[in-house]
């Protein structure tokens, strides 16, 4: 059964820089779509980024957008690299993966969580001075 494990979470200072990375073992990701999703103390949770199974196309929200960057490290790690970190941007980060429906993934990738059948545990991301 796949199963996702994020790392690289942790606490940094506004301004600063994070690499959120996650990983499949024995499964290659680049035949799903996968979505970074966030969810701070009090909050709804948030999707982040998802980038797509055929082409590669990314998709961020306004408020992560020019900050954040998903791309595909290889078959079975996607990785987050944020930016400019505020602490608007704390939270528990998960990753998730679409795998469709019968081999076929919809595309482009969609930020609606109910697309998403695999996530994993979460890594703390605090953006504090």
């Known amino acids: 059964q796949l199963q996702l494990l994020e790392s690289g979470g942790g606490l940094v200072q506004p301004g600063g820089s994070l690499r959120l990375s996650c990983v499949a073992s024995?499964?290659?990701?680049?035949?799903?779509?996968i979505g970074w999703f966030r969810q701070a103390p009090g909050k709804e949770p948030e999707g982040v980024s998802c980038i797509s199974s055929r082409d590669g196309i990314t998709y961020y929200p306004e408020s992560v957008k020019g900050r954040f960057t998903i791309s595909r490290d290889n078959v079975n790690t996607v990785s987050l690299q944020m930016n400019s970190l505020n602490t608007e941007d704390t939270g528990l980060y998960y990753c998730?993966?679409?795998?469709?429906?019968?081999?076929?993934?919809?595309?482009?990738?969609?930020?609606?969580?109910?697309?998403?059948?695999?996530w994993g545990q979460g890594t703390q991301v605090t953006v504090s001075s």
């Open positions: 998730a993966a679409d795998v469709g429906i019968r081999g076929v993934v919809q595309n482009p990738c969609n930020m609606g969580r109910a697309w998403y059948s695999y």
């Open positions: 024995g499964f290659n990701l680049e035949l799903y779509n």
